[in-house]
């Protein structure tokens, strides 16, 4: 679509007649010589297509109109608006905390094909579904063990953190829990994101045995950074030891930010409590659209200068011809009995 950045322009279409009509042209007194038979020798002159008679209408008005309205259409920033592009931005940094304790290798769960799997894989799987769930958002990826490791940078390429997160096997990132150490460089994280929203949901089965901050400290400075975390517990609550889950702890970490407690003994209850983050952390787009513009400022100019050189060149070629018919005819007189003009060539 053809637009006009500057369309007032065309405000200063009858600029020259107005021009004209206040400052009209000052009169020139030319000497010259009066004869009888004027309009005679003129049209003389003018035989065989030679033209020195005044310019056409069309010379002096339509052209010098034309050239002034391509002017001001150069002027005016005529663009071509393209079709738009809309971009989908995303309002959510997403971080998932994935334990890769040794206590995830308990062949305590099922896959959705019924066979029974350790802990870890029926977590690849159900996070695997929700994680497709969360096209708009930015999801990031951090394992821990006995230490917290970056695994997946925050990025909309959900494909990616999925990729990362099916390579992840327990005790890679060592045989304990430091969850505090975990969330800890979750806010660190996202010292540098600008979304609207930040939200960290953290899984474990076992309780901090590692972390040199306690898990409710660094969820305390999360909740001042405006972060919330929402806390997954999975396995036998029933477990003594090292291995034993803390649930008290992960209760105060989510009412320390705002966020939720879930607990998951089974692949549907850790299932469903995806299915609830998804309701609770809804999927939300800002879209932003944009149209691009392309000046053609150019065409109406390149069109002036055409019209405008052909016309010059038109008339230096037409005064060329009447110099040299001047040349060849001389007028003779007036025959006094046809009253006639009497021309030699």
């Known amino acids: 679509m053809l637009v006009f950045e500057y369309l007032w322009i065309f405000l200063l279409l009858p600029l020259p ?23 005679r020798l003129a049209g003389a002159m003018s035989h065989k297509g030679d033209s020195s008679s005044p310019p056409s209408p069309a010379r002096r008005l339509i052209l010098p109109s034309l050239l002034w309205l391509l002017v001001l259409g150069a002027l005016a920033r005529p663009q071509w608006l393209e079709p738009p592009i809309t971009q989908e931005l995303p309002t959510r940094d997403l971080l998932l905390l994935v334990d890769l304790s040794s206590s995830m290798k308990q062949k305590d769960f099922t896959n959705q094909a019924g066979v029974q799997v350790d802990r870890l894989s029926a977590v690849k799987e159900v996070l695997g579904e929700f994680l497709q769930r969360r096209e708009g958002d930015r999801v990031g990826l951090v394992v821990f063990g006995d230490a ?12 990616l953190s999925r990729r990362l997160l099916d390579e992840c096997e327990v005790g890679m990132a060592g045989p304990r829990t430091a969850f505090g150490d975990a969330i800890g460089l979750g806010v660190n994280l996202f010292s540098e994101s600008e979304a609207p929203a930040k939200t960290i949901i953290a899984l474990t089965d076992g309780n901090d045995t590692k972390s040199q901050v306690p898990s409710v ?40 930010t705002g966020g939720s407690y ?9 299932a469903g409590i995806y299915d609830q983050l998804d309701e609770i952390e809804t999927r939300k787009i800002k879209m932003v659209s944009h149209r691009p513009r392309r000046d053609l400022f150019y065409l109406p100019l390149a069109i002036a200068l055409i019209l405008s050189l052909a016309t010059t060149l038109y008339e230096a070629i037409a005064r060329r ?4 018919t001047l040349r060849k005819k001389q007028v003779i007189g007036v025959n006094p009995i046809t009253g006639k003009l009497e021309i030699e060539t």
């Not at 021009?19 to 004027?38: C, D, E, K, M, Y």
């Not at 998951?264 to 209850?269: E, F, G, I, V, Y």
């Not at 011809?321 to 040299?324: C, W």
Request: charged content about 25%; glycine content about 4%.
């Open 17 to 39: 007649w107005l021009l004209r009509t206040i400052l009209p042209a000052r009169p020139s007194n030319q000497a010259a010589v009066r004869v009888p038979f004027g309009n």
């Open 148 to 159: 917290a490791y970056l695994q997946a940078p925050f990025s909309t390429d959900l494909q």
């Open 217 to 256: 400290e660094a969820a305390r400075v999360a909740a001042r950074r405006e972060i919330r975390i929402h806390t997954v517990a999975i396995g036998d609550p029933t477990t003594a030891g090292e291995d034993k889950l803390d649930q008290q702890a992960l209760r105060e970490v989510a009412a320390e």
């Open 262 to 270: 879930f607990f998951a003994a089974d692949r549907a209850s850790l």
């Open 321 to 324: 011809k009447i110099t040299a």
